[in-house]
């Protein structure tokens, strides 16, 4: 279940922030975290908005508990710069629950991208997207920025079926998309599981699913806000 860390994503709402990019009306999106019919977390999404300038805090909090002994605990916080449809500076930590602590701090740097994680500081194109689900274009992309390590991943993606998804009282058409990670590191303890998003046409995320690396139980990742 520490791949539960990869999952960090945001979602999308009805108000426009550029052409690929959704923001919600309210300013904030939850989702709750399934497992085996229970909730073991949350996962919050914060959104300021200024002229052209996004700002969005990320925050993941896992508890895994058998009776009242805690089993599996993990934190995740992420906050990511915008502007104009530009990622312009991300910084994230995360604590997984055998204690190993990450992060990473990238920003933009004239031509660049620039960020360290776990193999140092390394640069990119400025077109660099996280792996925080939230921006639809990622979509449009086969590559992402794992916002845990700081690593750049590969992924395919597959267009699948579209599916009805019941929330907050509406019923929302999403399509299914299908995405593997292809890219391997050395800190990778165990395979990626093939992650499952469900978007709108707007944009929306509405869901998310994968099978986990740990016991292959689902991960539901259901919106509550």
């Known amino acids: 279940m520490k791949y539960l860390l990869i999952i960090i994503f945001l979602l999308l709402g009805n ?24 909730t073991i977390g949350t996962h919050t999404i914060s959104f300021i908005e200024n002229d052209k300038d996004l700002k969005v805090d990320i925050e993941v909090n896992i508890n895994v508990k058998l009776g009242f002994l805690t089993i599996y605990k993990y934190r995740h916080n992420n ?27 990238g920003q933009k740097n004239n031509d660049f991208f620039e960020y360290e994680g776990v193999d140092s500081r390394k640069r990119t194109g400025l077109d660099v997207i996280p792996i925080s689900y939230w921006n639809y274009e990622i979509l449009d992309r086969n590559v992402f920025l794992d916002s845990q390590k700081g690593i750049l991943r590969e992924f395919d993606l597959k267009e699948m079926e579209l599916e009805n998804i019941f929330f907050n009282e509406k019923n929302f058409n999403a399509k299914k998309y299908m995405m593997k990670v292809k890219t391997i590191h050395s800190s990778d303890e165990k395979p990626f599981p093939n992650l499952y998003l469900w978007y709108t046409n707007k944009g929306e995320l509405m869901k998310l699913e994968f099978d986990s690396p740990e016991d292959k139980s689902i991960i539901t990742y259901n919106r509550i806000k």
């Not at 550029?18 to 999106?29: D, F, H, N, T």
């Open 15 to 38: 108000q426009v922030f550029s052409k690929e990019m959704y923001v919600p009306e309210s300013g904030e999106i939850v989702f709750e975290i399934i497992r085996k019919n229970k």
């Open 79 to 105: 906050t990511e710069y915008w502007q104009e449809g530009e990622l312009i500076k991300i910084s994230t930590n995360s604590l997984t629950n055998s204690k190993k602590k990450y992060f990473v701090e």
